[in-house]
């Protein structure tokens, strides 16, 4: 018994610290809720646009560029036809009108942001980004947009497609280090099956579980002590 | 200073009565999700949700219509996406404003995908080539959707592996498109999910007023428990000093 104890204090001297901030975190992500962690209370997702006019450059022609592609899908974008060329290993976005890259400009990555938006506010700032540095598991331009409503939403643009890359809130911030921390992963990117998320999860898994089996060999002692003390005065009757 | 002790050890072992299976349940849910990868969860590791059939237009045994005819036949279209099936059809999936269909590349009709052709795109989805089963168990599901993939519509095919993991695809009956893949690690892997948040019913809600008071009597357990490690060690240092 003195030897689990020990061993609890042991290792409640190496996590203590860890396993406060996992409850306070964890307090933090159930306090706020789904939407608002992601930022989305104000998001809509806009109906897509009709495919009206065929585009100059035919579907042949791209696939004739793209020889190993396993998917070509014609789509229109703020008015311009998009192709999105799945390949093996990555995705390539083409503008089905000129056969060019796909580039997107700020008034285009605007007019997306104001579509999927239904908020009081208005736009009060915009600015190119690098999403690696604003969104996890994310990489390339983008452009983010502020809206001026109680949340302080931001509305993240990918560049490489015109596409929605995620939602920011005045929370935003709060939320990443409380993610950092919950999840050990001090790089932002999210991942929770880091060496030292795992090793110190193991370490809190012992931990409770000597905790749990000190209160059950308390009880079972306390019980012993009370069949002891009543057979003690069974015999003095 | 003893008194204090013993008092902060009752308010632990009382509090510990409390919070104590919920944190052991959340420290073996935790590690659990910690230890498995989270890809090899999604079934990013077992299947390719792109498909593996590459487009090779030029082996299609008759000319492709162009994007152009399609538009022509088929009104209120949203996307166009050009594929080959795995049964060395050239297709077309043409999403409607309110409805997905596939269309023949070549003929432009429109067709329904029948159970083998099913089988064939499952087979082509799973990149652990070994344990490909011939004959799966295939379902089309039209009135009730098991919980694991509570969030699709309606209706679903189902194709069910006979291997080690129970690996189950999920297959959209219009498009062919891959909606999930579930295995055995998932499923437990959600139910573990569930005692992470707390929501035993939906599984999706982390906000639970019961999820919240545990997590604060867990905070005030904690801090008991480090307020008897300082008490301890300042025991023990004044007995070092002595």
């Known amino acids: ?237 | 200073m003893k008194r204090t002790r013993i008092r902060w050890r009752i308010w632990h072992r009382r509090l510990a009565w409390l919070v104590g299976i919920q944190l052991l349940l959340w420290s073996i849910s935790g590690a659990y999700m910690v230890w498995l990868e989270l890809d090899y969860i999604r079934g990013a590791s077992h299947t390719n949700a792109k498909g593996q059939q590459q487009l090779l237009l030029e082996q299609a045994p008759k000319t492709i219509a162009s994007s152009a005819q399609v538009l022509e036949q088929y009104t209120d279209v949203t996307a166009l996406t050009l594929r080959r099936l795995p049964t060395e059809q050239w297709v077309y999936q043409v999403d409607r404003r309110y409805t997905t269909l596939l269309v023949d590349a070549v003929s432009l009709e429109s067709f329904t995908l029948q159970q083998a052709d099913i089988v064939a795109l499952a087979n082509d989805y799973r990149t652990s080539q070994s344990s490909i089963d011939d004959a799966p168990a295939v379902r089309l599901l039209t009135e009730q959707l098991p919980q694991e993939v509570n969030f699709a519509a309606l209706p679903l095919w189902q194709v069910t592996y006979s291997d080690l993991l129970n690996t189950t695809l999920y297959i959209d009956p219009a498009s062919g498109v891959l909606v999930s893949t579930r295995h055995d690690f998932w499923r437990l892997f959600d139910f573990m999910w569930m005692l992470h948040i707390m929501d035993y019913d939906e599984r999706a809600d982390i906000s639970t007023w019961w999820a919240q008071a545990l997590m604060l009597l867990s905070l005030v357990f904690i801090l008991t428990g480090v307020s008897l490690l300082l008490l301890q060690l300042r025991r023990l240092g004044r007995r070092f000093h002595a």
């Open chain 1, 1 to 237: 018994m003195r030897s689990l104890l020990r061993l609890h204090r042991l290792l409640a001297l190496l996590i203590a610290a860890q396993v406060i901030i996992w409850v306070v975190s964890g307090f933090y992500f159930s306090w706020l809720g789904h939407t608002a962690l992601a930022g989305e209370k104000y998001r809509i997702t806009s109906a897509p646009q009709l495919l009206t006019e065929p585009p100059a450059i035919g579907m042949q022609t791209i696939a004739a560029r793209y020889p190993e592609a396993i998917s070509i899908e014609l789509h229109q974008i703020m008015n311009t036809p998009q192709y999105s060329i799945v390949l093996p290993t990555s995705e390539v976005y083409v503008n089905a009108n000129t056969g060019e890259r796909w580039s997107t400009s700020m008034a285009t990555a605007r007019a997306l942001a104001l579509t999927n938006y239904v908020g009081p506010g208005v736009i009060a700032a915009e600015r190119q980004v690098d999403l690696s540095t604003v969104l996890p598991q994310l990489t390339g331009e983008g452009f983010a947009f502020t809206f001026t409503d109680n949340e302080q939403t931001v509305i993240y643009v990918n560049a490489s497609n015109t596409t929605i890359a995620g939602f920011g809130n005045r929370y935003s911030a709060i939320t990443d280090w409380m993610f950092r921390l919950h999840f050990m992963d001090y790089s932002g990117q999210r991942d929770f099956n880091n060496l030292l998320n795992r090793s110190l999860g193991l370490v809190l898994l012992f931990f409770c579980s000597s905790g749990i089996l000190i209160i059950v060999r308390q009880l079972a002692s306390r019980r012993q002590r009370l069949q002891r003390s009543k057979q003690l005065t069974r015999q003095d009757a």
